[in-house]
């Protein structure tokens, strides 16, 4: 058996493990954080050991997060490039790490994201969302580059365009909300691999309003709610995980698709727990903060 069916073949048993919709639903209606960890406690023992805080709750299902793709990475080093970017996606720790090192002149430290002038005008504005932009932009194309290499790309590709067309839809709107330069604010932009037309980016990209940027991409029922489309976005990609998953059953693909499920339970997971902390009804929760 090759290091990567095995690989595969873990993930599989741990998807079995993974809740379901049902489950869920059932976590939201939690009296408060204390009743929302017992019922995790099958599933997530580990959590017993933290307070009923969202924040140390978030913390502690991150690390479990990461410590599965160490599992992973341990058992198919080959391909711990990859593997390392899928733990990589949740950048905001990271931007603001960045912005901090560069008000105290501690840029040059950031040397695996190789600070470049670009890099340092996208810095310049102190805006978080934006540096995220970068780090993520960086991110994907390495990722795409690392799927070829390992012959996955065509596989994988719908999934990775949706990733594309949710990044460039989040950075214009991060852009135009923090006026940011529009030609530093096209070169985030990802031109191929994405399903929105290039021409349609570009037209978005001359607005300085966002609602007016949404209405030309086509997301207008996004206007009064910018914050769903993250979560919309994850909606869209469950399918195509799915299939993924099916499709290179034993596989690259299926240890990817596996990762990408596990980070939106923990996504889901961590909105139920602030939701809970801030008095959210059920039903809302339901209805606004979960896939």
Do not use: C, H, W
């Not at 240890?255 to 996504?267: D, F, G, L, S």
């Not at 809970?276 to 809302?284: A, F, N, Y």
């Amino acid at each position: 058996m090759s290091d990567v069916v095995y690989t595969a073949i873990k993930a599989s048993a741990k998807r079995s493990r993974m809740l379901s919709e049902r489950q869920l639903i059932e976590l939201t209606s939690s009296r408060d954080l204390n009743e929302l960890i017992s019922k995790l406690r099958g599933i997530y023992p580990e959590l017993t050991e933290v307070k009923p805080d969202s924040k140390i709750i978030e913390e502690k299902l991150l690390e479990l997060f990461y410590n599965e793709i160490n599992e992973f990475i341990k058992i198919v080093p080959y391909y711990k490039d990859l593997l390392e970017l899928l733990k990589q996606e949740l950048e905001e720790e990271i931007a603001k790490t960045v912005i901090e090192k560069y008000k105290k002149g501690l840029l040059s430290e950031i040397i695996e994201l190789k600070p470049n002038e670009e890099f340092k005008k996208i810095i310049e504005y102190e805006v978080p969302g934006v540096t995220i932009s970068f780090i993520a932009k960086n991110r994907i194309l390495k990722f795409i580059k690392l799927a070829k290499k390992y012959d996955i790309y065509n596989k994988i590709k719908d999934y990775i365009s949706l990733k594309i067309d949710e990044y460039n839809i989040l950075t214009i709107i991060r852009g135009i909300k923090n006026n940011i330069r529009k030609d530093i604010l096209t070169s985030l932009i990802i031109l191929e691999g994405g399903k929105i037309d290039r021409k349609i980016l570009f037209e978005a990209l001359k607005e300085e309003n966002i609602d007016k940027a949404l209405s030309i991409l086509g997301m207008e029922k996004y206007k009064d709610n910018q914050r769903a489309i993250e979560r919309d976005f994850e909606k869209k990609l469950i399918p195509i995980l799915k299939k993924i998953y099916y499709e290179d059953y034993v596989g690259l693909g299926e240890i990817i698709a596996y990762i990408e499920m596990k980070k939106i339970e923990i996504k889901n997971i961590i909105r139920i727990a602030i939701s809970i902390e801030r008095g959210i009804t059920p039903s809302t929760i339901v209805q606004e903060f979960i896939i």
